[in-house]
T-cell receptor
Framework: GQQLNQSPQSMFIQEGEDVSMNCTSSSIFNTWLWYKQDPGEGPVLLIALYKAGELTSNGRLTAQFGITRKDSFLNISASIPSDVGIYFCAGRQGGSEKLVFGKGTKLTVNP | GAVVSQHPSWVICKSGTSVKIECRSLDFQATTMFWYRQFPKQSLMLMATSNEGSKATYEQGVEKDKFLINHASLTLSTLTVTSAHPEDSSFYIC?????????????FGPGTRLTVL
């Protein structure tokens, strides 16, 4: 099925560094969601975006809904070891209940 | 946020047996719940959409007679893997759609690890 283009696939960074990841699509989405998944756990919602151009923060995390409605990015500032995990973007198109997911970005933070 | 629970968190069963997984929205009513399957190091794959009081809608390639879904109340959906085989071993995750207020998002359960021997 349809899938979002999420990049990068993986990142290896030092503690304290900032991180940026993004998702793109050839289709328009009305909602963008960012989740974090730890091993053996379900995804946890980090940030939800509902309007084009919307910029929303959650602590050290900031996400934006692209003005073209075809992309979104997630930034993590001053990374810490507990930021380790897999980050997924997800989008919902108008008239659909289903979410379309990216393949995930695996983040490794070296202390 | 909202809380979604799953039970059991893990289960081991013999080939040929059936396994039931429960998904509950604890602090909100969910008219729509979703069941996903996730293979190691992969993204989530939607199996079916479960609507309260009606039949589930299955994604292409998902056997509805093998993966029985029941959404009997606004807070509970169940997935039953019938006549399980080793290839059904996977991580199954449910989510519930929260349409309260002006937001509309999905919250996920913690997942159920199924191992079929």
């Amino acid at each position: 099925g349809q899938q979002l283009n999420q990049s990068p696939q993986s990142m290896f960074i030092q503690e304290g560094e900032d991180v940026s990841m993004n998702c793109t699509s050839s289709s328009i989405f009305n909602t963008w969601l960012w989740y974090k998944q730890d091993p053996g756990e379900g995804p946890v919602l980090l940030i939800a975006l509902y309007k084009a151009g919307e910029l929303t923060s959650n602590g050290r995390l900031t996400a934006q809904f692209g003005i073209t409605r075809k992309d979104s990015f997630l930034n993590i500032s001053a990374s810490i070891p507990s930021d380790v995990g897999i980050y997924f973007c997800a989008g919902r198109q108008g008239g659909s209940e289903k979410l379309v997911f990216g393949k995930g970005t695996k983040l490794t933070v070296n202390p | 946020g909202a809380v979604v629970s799953q039970h059991p968190s893990w289960v081991i069963c013999k080939s040929g047996t059936s396994v039931k997984i429960e998904c509950r929205s604890l602090d909100f009513q969910a008219t729509t719940m979703f069941w996903y399957r996730q293979f190691p190091k992969q993204s989530l794959m939607l199996m079916a959409t479960s609507n309260e009081g009606s039949k589930a809608t299955y994604e292409q390639g998902v056997e509805k007679d093998k993966f029985l879904i029941n959404h009997a109340s606004l807070t509970l959906s169940t997935l039953t893997v019938t006549s399980a085989h080793p290839e059904d071993s996977s991580f199954y995750i449910c989510s519930a759609r929260d349409r309260r207020r002006s937001t509309d998002t999905q919250y996920f359960g913690p997942g159920t690890r199924l191992t079929v021997l």
